[in-house]
């Protein structure tokens, strides 16, 4: 099992420019997050899902729009990157129950110029 | 609102010596679960500990322990003999049955082994 992966690992991108980044679990897990890390500021949730064609804001979701069309993805849309937007991006899904852990992808490193 | 404070943003021992992380947190719920994470210089999160509302034995894995005192609301994490390898941040959670499907996260601990 690859547990949950994350596509790209790095990318830079222009102010303007958007960008899907890719999140894929073979757990069979239900719930799904993105979170970003910024220095010094732990793990922010911004959006979250808790099944398949389901979405909720977390948050920080403001500038950020997210699918989960088929239960194994969840996809992390920027439509028009700012600065502001540079971070560490973190996957991570759950099983189905709250004293599950949460497993995580590699992460995403984005820089927006 | 559950809400997870971890005080200490930076911590420094050298190896060998004993070092623990607090985390408080707070939640109206009267079931919910803690957590604790780590992050490695590599940079990928890993599940360490879980420990629910109802359970306050305290638990000894290795050189790692927790303490969990649901009257002070603190959840705390001691390693003994410190080592280089344990050097990482290390983040406390909290996930409420009442907001199943979402966790909240402490700001995290770094914590820096010298040898």
């Known amino acids: 099992n690859a547990g949950v992966t994350q596509t790209p690992k790095f990318r830079v991108l222009k102010t303007g420019q958007s960008m899907t980044l890719l999140c894929a679990q073979d757990?069979?897990?239900?719930?799904m997050y993105w979170y970003r890390q910024d220095p010094g500021m732990g793990l922010r949730l911004i959006h979250y899902?808790?099944?398949?064609?389901?979405?909720a804001k977390g948050e920080v979701p403001d500038g950020y729009n997210v699918s989960r069309l088929k239960k194994q993805n969840f996809l992390l849309g920027l439509e028009s990157a700012a600065p502001s937007q540079t971070s560490v991006y973190f996957c991570?899904?759950?099983?189905?129950?709250?004293?599950?852990?949460?497993?995580f992808g590699p992460g995403t490193r984005l820089t927006v110029t | 609102a559950q809400k997870v404070t971890q005080a200490q943003t930076e911590i420094s021992v050298v190896e060998k010596e004993d070092v623990t992380l607090d985390c408080v947190y707070e939640?109206?719920?009267?079931?919910?679960?803690l957590f604790w994470y780590k992050q490695p210089p590599s940079g990928e999160l890993v599940f360490l500990i879980r420990?629910?509302?109802?359970?306050?034995q305290n638990e000894i894995s290795g050189r790692y322990s927790w303490n969990f005192q649901k009257s002070t609301s603190s959840f705390n994490f001691t390693i003994t003999a410190s080592q280089v390898v344990d050097s990482a941040v290390y983040f406390c959670?909290?996930?409420?049955?009442?907001?199943?499907?979402?966790?909240?996260f402490g700001d995290g601990t770094t914590l820096t082994v010298k040898p």
């Open positions: 991570a899904s759950q099983g189905l129950a709250v004293y599950y852990e949460q497993y």
């Open positions: 757990m069979n897990h239900e719930y």
């Open positions: 899902s808790v099944g398949e064609g389901t979405t």
């Open positions: 939640t109206r719920d009267t079931t919910y679960y």
């Open positions: 420990r629910n509302s109802f359970d306050e």
């Open positions: 959670a909290l996930s409420e049955v009442m907001n199943a499907g979402k966790s909240t």
